[in-house]
């Protein structure tokens, strides 16, 4: 690949994949940018820093973009940077829209310029919209875009540009819309560790008033395997959905931390919904696996435990940044009559 740039580096899925390029591609020189926001931690490249040139910046910052991309002569992006808090999207839908749509045209711009020869974007399975709990349906590379809450729709117009500047200027460009991840060093924000470090201070796990809305989920490690496939494998102009079939609602997330740390299900507690919650996604993975020979490797329940055991055993990588989180859930009846 010769010299790859990370957007997003410094965030959950973003500093994985920094960690299993290095592992999996030595010889690749790794350039991580990244605006280091709330969510981006620098202590999640500290076992590759002396493998890696970091570059503090914006995606949406197009002079710094393309002096980044000439100055280490980049040969393709990896672009993770965006806003992904679905409760903070709905108290600050600017902020998505700006970073994710414009950011991404940014980026977009700055690459065709320079002339990158490949820029893979990652998305989400939530600019489809949703589905029925009962439904049957999975989301497909062809279904239509039917985005429900502001960072669905700015993920959705993200992925929108790309295809534009691959048809308009013939930049070298793939997509993957993954299912939910989960993993170690995923801000506490997300339901997981959410749950999980909420659970170790012996709190409450808040679960929205619709306990039983699904999500499909993939071990992180498994989506930057995905990832690494389109890559190398990928077909240019082509979107690549990566998911496992495997369904579970937050009811049953919170058992599960509950039970690997062996605590009652006394602690779930039950507090309002939040506006636009979608009910259920689930994607067609086949043309991943079919196509380029990809398939998960990680177990889900055991994946999810291995995680549980993580944030118990890292408490001083989580506990300074719970004062960063932007949301505090469960407000929503309350919300719209202050803004």
Same mark, same amino acid.
């Given at each position: 690949?010769?010299?790859?740039?990370?957007?997003?580096?410094?965030?959950?899925?973003?500093?994985?994949?920094?960690?299993?390029?290095?592992?999996?591609?030595?010889?690749?020189?790794?350039?991580?940018?990244?605006?280091?926001?709330?969510? +981006?931690?620098?202590?999640?490249? &500290? @076992?590759?820093?002396?493998?890696?040139?970091?570059?503090?910046?914006?995606?949406? &910052?197009?002079?710094?973009?393309?002096? #980044?991309?000439?100055?280490?002569?980049?040969?393709?992006?990896?672009?993770?940077?965006?806003? $992904?808090? @679905?409760?903070?999207?709905?108290?600050?839908?600017?902020?998505?829209?700006?970073?994710?749509?414009?950011?991404?045209?940014?980026?977009? !711009?700055?690459?065709?310029?320079?002339?990158?020869?490949?820029?893979?974007?990652?998305?989400?399975?939530?600019?489809?919209?949703?589905?029925?709990?009962?439904?049957? &349906?999975?989301?497909?590379?062809?279904?239509?875009?039917?985005?429900?809450?502001?960072? @669905?729709?700015?993920?959705?117009?993200?992925?929108?540009?790309?295809?534009?500047?691959?048809?308009?200027?013939?930049?070298?460009?793939?997509? $993957?819309?993954?299912?939910? @991840?989960?993993?170690?060093?995923?801000?506490?924000?997300?339901? #997981?560790?959410?749950?999980?470090?909420?659970?170790?201070? +012996?709190? *409450?796990?808040?679960?929205?008033?619709?306990?039983?809305? *699904?999500?499909? %989920?993939?071990?992180?490690?498994?989506?930057?395997?995905?990832?690494?496939?389109?890559?190398?494998?990928? !077909?240019? +102009?082509?979107?690549?959905?990566?998911?496992?079939?495997?369904?579970?609602?937050?009811?049953?997330?919170?058992?599960?931390? /509950?039970? !690997?740390?062996?605590?009652?299900?006394?602690?779930?507690?039950?507090?309002?919904?939040?506006?636009?919650?979608?009910?259920?996604?689930?994607?067609?993975?086949?043309?991943?696996?079919? !196509?380029?020979? %990809?398939?998960? *490797?990680?177990?889900?329940?055991? +994946?999810?435990?291995?995680?549980?055991? %993580?944030?118990?055993?890292?408490?001083?990588? %989580?506990?300074? /940044?719970?004062?960063?989180?932007?949301?505090?859930?469960?407000?929503?009846?309350?919300?719209?009559?202050?803004?």
């Amino acid at each position: 690949m010769g010299t790859l740039m990370i957007t997003g580096g410094a965030g959950f899925i973003g500093s994985h994949f920094v960690r299993h390029w290095r592992g999996t591609h030595p010889e690749d020189r790794v350039v991580v940018v990244d605006a280091l926001t709330y969510a +981006g931690n620098l202590a999640n490249l &500290d @076992n590759v820093r002396d493998g890696i040139v970091f570059e503090h910046a914006s995606i949406d &910052d197009l002079v710094a973009m393309e002096r #980044v991309l000439r100055t280490h002569r980049v040969d393709a992006v990896v672009n993770f940077a965006a806003e $992904s808090h @679905n409760s903070y999207a709905v108290l600050e839908p600017g902020r998505f829209f700006r970073t994710n749509v414009l950011g991404t045209q940014t980026l977009l !711009e700055a690459a065709r310029r320079v002339g990158v020869g490949r820029f893979h974007h990652v998305s989400t399975c939530e600019v489809y919209g949703d589905l029925d709990l009962d439904s049957t &349906d999975l989301f497909t590379e062809s279904s239509p875009y039917r985005p429900r809450t502001p960072y @669905n729709a700015s993920k959705a117009g993200a992925d929108h540009a790309v295809r534009a500047y691959h048809h308009t200027f013939g930049l070298p460009v793939t997509i $993957s819309n993954c299912a939910n @991840n989960y993993g170690s060093h995923q801000f506490p924000e997300k339901v #997981v560790p959410a749950f999980t470090t909420a659970a170790l201070d +012996g709190k *409450r796990l808040q679960m929205y008033a619709q306990t039983q809305n *699904r999500r499909e %989920w993939i071990h992180v490690l498994d989506h930057c395997r995905a990832i690494e496939a389109v890559l190398e494998r990928g !077909e240019v +102009g082509r979107t690549y959905h990566v998911g496992t079939g495997v369904e579970a609602s937050v009811e049953q997330i919170a058992d599960l931390v /509950l039970d !690997e740390l062996g605590l009652p299900s006394s602690l779930k507690k039950i507090v309002p919904d939040r506006p636009g919650h979608d009910r259920r996604y689930v994607l067609d993975w086949s043309t991943l696996r079919d !196509e380029l020979g %990809w398939r998960p *490797r990680i177990d889900f329940a055991e +994946g999810l435990r291995e995680t549980v055991r %993580w944030y118990a055993e890292h408490r001083s990588w %989580w506990e300074p /940044l719970l004062d960063r989180a932007p949301v505090a859930e469960g407000g929503w009846a309350t919300a719209g009559a202050d803004r």
